[in-house]
């Protein structure tokens, strides 16, 4: 396993489209593999494929108590609306505003093919819509409907630290 190098806004692999996954092989067990350290070591909660450079329809999220892999991932059921904070490892030291819905059905692969469902609620349903959108070269501060100025941003930072 390896970390990977997660690149950030402006760089125009984020704003590909990416493609389907047909192969279920060694390689991408790698690649998931690689992105569940690389999320892991950035304290990321989701982290798609195009963010370390790779144009695949891959995406890990951390779950808390697992780290699930979702290969050629899709919206199946969304319902409800969430409004909250929301930030990328690909845009660092922001965060912004986002409407997201509440409760969400995915289904996906696995890294040997299987498909399965996966449903999931308020800071889930977030991470998914947010990491799916990766996968056609979106962030989420083209739909943030107000991004924290720095000064907000500064605060909030002293707020987790109080916490931690
Ligand atoms: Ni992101």
């Known amino acids: 396993m390896a970390t990977r190098k997660i ?5 125009p692999t984020l704003n590909k489209l990416c493609r389907p996954v047909t192969a279920f092989d060694d390689h991408l067990a790698t690649l998931i593999d690689d992105m569940k350290q690389t ?11 195009p963010q370390v450079g790779v144009l695949r329809r891959v995406v890990v999220v951390d779950l808390g108590d697992e780290i699930i892999e979702l290969v050629n991932p899709r919206i199946l059921e ?17 965060y912004g505003l986002v409407k997201r819905p509440n409760r969400v059905k995915v289904e996906a692969q696995d890294r040997h093919g299987e498909w399965y469902e996966y449903e999931g609620e308020g800071l889930i349903a977030r991470c998914f ?3 799916l959108e990766h996968l056609d070269g979106h962030l989420y501060t083209e739909r943030a409907y107000r991004m924290l100025t720095d000064e907000e941003y ?7 630290e109080e916490e931690e």
């Open 7 to 11: 690149l950030t806004e402006g760089n």
């Open 154 to 160: 500064q605060e909030l930072m002293r707020q987790n």
């Open 39 to 49: 999320m892991v070591q950035a304290n990321g909660v989701g982290l798609a494929a």
């Open 129 to 131: 819509c947010h990491e």
């Open 78 to 94: 969304q319902e409800g609306e969430q409004d909250g904070l929301e930030g990328c490892l690909s845009v660092p030291e922001r």
